[in-house]
């Protein structure tokens, strides 16, 4: 199975910061890596696939990149919408696994 | 609009059986690979199955693989799962979502999910 390593697991940032949450991937998973968003209640939703590719509608300041084993999810300008659990997904073969989520609290 | 709406958690003691459905809308039904996720309370996301669209590729967890079984009902646009010897260990909110596969490889990963839908096993 491929394993994948979410870092860091927590992070407090302010208003308008740069974000940068981190997925390491045990075996190449190619573009094959999405990215999601939790708030408390609800069901995630999907912010990026294929490593880079914005879900449609969702706001510019976040972005994707990386292949292979390394991937990295950037919100360029922290808002106050934004503070809520991150996770990734790799999706280039079953079973699917999660990394373990990233939780941004406002500092 | 794609909708997907779980239904059939509920409170079941160890060793006990209980069967979800998702019923979906606004999109293709047979054309997607169907998945059931879940977490526990104040866990992460885990994956638990998935079965594509034909119903030929089903995909299962390690952890249920055994005790679920993954069923679609195209004509009705419903995806189930049948869970039986349920243990603490698979208490958490199970979410149902659809991706798009061939076979065993998937070119996207879950887009809509469903509310969720609460599943206790009490010992």
């Known amino acids: 199975d491929i394993q994948v390593t979410q870092s860091p697991s927590s992070l407090s940032a302010s208003v308008g910061d740069r974000v940068t949450i981190t997925c390491r991937a045990s075996?190449?998973?190619?573009?094959?890596l999405g990215w999601y968003q939790q708030k408390p209640g609800k069901a995630p939703e999907r912010l990026i696939f294929a490593a880079s590719t914005l879900q449609s509608g969702v706001p510019s300041r976040f972005s994707g990149s990386g292949s292979g084993t390394e991937f990295t999810l950037t919100i360029s300008s922290l808002q106050p919408e934004d503070f809520a659990t991150y996770y990734c997904?790799?999706?280039?073969?079953?079973?699917?696994?999660f990394g373990g989520g990233t939780k941004v609290e406002i500092k | 609009e794609v909708q997907l709406v779980e239904s059939g958690g509920g409170l079941v003691k160890s060793g006990g059986s209980l069967r979800l459905s998702c019923a979906a809308s606004g999109f293709t039904f047979s054309s997607y690979t169907m998945t059931w996720l879940r977490q526990a309370p104040g866990k992460g996301l885990e994956w638990v199955s998935s079965?594509?669209?034909?119903?030929?590729?089903?995909y299962y967890a390690d952890s249920v693989k055994g005790r679920f079984t993954i069923s679609r009902d195209n004509a009705g646009n419903s995806v189930y799962l049948q869970m039986s010897s349920l243990r603490a260990g698979d208490t958490a909110v199970y979410f149902c979502?659809?991706?798009?596969?061939?076979?065993?490889?998937?070119?996207?990963?879950?887009?809509?999910w469903g509310q969720g839908t609460l599943v206790t096993v009490s010992s």
């Open positions: 979502s659809r991706l798009t596969c061939s076979g065993g490889n998937c070119y996207t990963p879950p887009d809509f």
């Open positions: 079965i594509s669209g034909t119903g030929t590729y089903i």
């Open positions: 997904l790799q999706y280039n073969r079953y079973p699917l696994t």
């Open positions: 075996q190449d998973v190619r573009s094959a």
